[in-house]
């Protein structure tokens, strides 16, 4: 962050709440003015970094009575998997659906706890309340019923199935939010990501491309190098079996996906994945 958040930043990593509050408490721009470096404000540093933090529940509630905006920071502690953080926030009045954040970026702290595979994280903000947004959300639960709820009769998507989200805004065109086909695919790779085969089979026989790499991932891959990456040997087989083309390369590092088995240390399913 940048240099005048330094002193409020330390006290937080202390554990020194007491100087926190006084801190914010003299300078008030501390919580009202983003930071333009790294984290945009002293409670998103909190939620992200809340593994390092002797306190972060305490630091969390000293930054929300001093008027820190919670959205954003929620956003990121769903992501991150700071559970205290969560409930802090949402104890606060954080809207768990994503509120006006969520109108504008068509992203949720249930899909940013998805995209990140924090499966624990989202069932419990699905216990606290959390809404499904999407047919990606859906897909990255696994609840075919709510994946159902996205086509009609006919199969054509329904408002149910939302548009596509993401962390990282720069990977959805305009044009292709809303598109049938990239909305299709993009939960499709969702639930690849997410281990949810029987998501991943609902989806397939409704029109989702194997190989398709879509937008909304900034890692810009295939299902399959989704399952590899995971380390999950029944869906790299099951997508193998469908048709799954594993001399596909990623977007991001020009990877296959037996690059992405070995990378994350996954050597025994090299050999499967390598024509």
Known sequence: MEERFGPAAMAILAGNLAELADLVTADAELITR?????????????????AQLPDPAGAARVLVAAGAELQGPLVAAAGCGSFAVVD??????????????????????????????NADMAQVLLDRGAGIRALSTAAGLGDLGAIAACFDATGNLTAAAGRIGSPFAETVPLDRADERQSVLDHAFVMAADCGRRAAAADLLERGANIDAVPPGFHWRGTALHAAAASGDA??????????????????MVGA???GWARHHGHD??????TP
Request: aromatic share 6%; hydrophobic share 45%.
């Open 234 to 251: 029944d869906l790299v087989r099951w997508l193998l079996e469908h048709g799954a083309d594993p001399t596909i390369t990623d977007g």
């Open 88 to 117: 802090v926030l949402l104890d606060a009045g954080a809207d768990i659906d994503g509120g006006d954040l969520a109108a504008t970026t068509s992203w949720t702290p249930l899909d940013e706890a998805l995209y990140w595979s």
């Open 256 to 258: 296959d996906a037996a």
């Open 34 to 50: 983003p930071s333009a470096v790294s984290h945009p404000s002293l409670l998103q540093f909190v939620a992200c970094e809340a």
């Open 268 to 273: 025994h399913l090299v050999d499967l994945l």
